[in-house]
Nanobody, 127 residues
Framework: QVQLVESGGGLVQPGGSLRLSCAAS????????IGWFRQAPGKEREGISG????????YYADSVKGRFTISRDNAKHTVYLQMNSLKPEDTAVYYC????????????????????WGQGTQVTVSS
């Protein structure tokens, strides 16, 4: 069964950091484009970061640029999202997603790019 699993969420104070992980079962995500998305209560899902499957190019939404860093460790078959300088408005459920169809022409921050999705991990930024 193909599955993506996020981990690393939790409660953190404003200004703090968290590192989210995205791992796969049923397939190896090493050469797949991966995206991170989030959805806060009452808001639409937002694409916040992406990493290509081949050349390592990375992409960020303006809302997280300079604070979040996406990376991948193919030896561990894992993609990470390092989140620094967290703000209360970063509170959301965070999802990772994989592009198994090779839709390189689709915006890496668009949900349309991805066909495999994880169940999400909650991130709460609060004092």
């Amino acid at each position: 069964q193909v599955q993506l699993v996020e981990s690393g969420g939790g409660l953190v104070q404003p200004g703090g950091s968290l590192r989210l992980s995205c791992a796969a079962s049923g397939f190896t995500l090493d050469y797949y484009a991966i995206g991170w998305f989030r959805q806060a209560p009452g808001k639409e899902r937002e694409g916040i970061s992406g990493i290509s499957g081949t050349d390592g190019n990375t992409y960020y939404a303006d809302s997280v640029k300079g604070r979040f860093t996406i990376s991948r460790d193919n030896a561990k078959h894992t993609v990470y999202l390092q989140m620094n300088s967290l703000k209360p408005e970063d509170t959301a459920v965070y999802y990772c997603a994989a592009d198994s169809r090779g839709l390189g022409y689709v915006d890496p921050l668009s949900g349309l790019r991805y066909d495999y999705w994880g169940q999400g991990t909650q991130v709460t930024v609060s004092s």
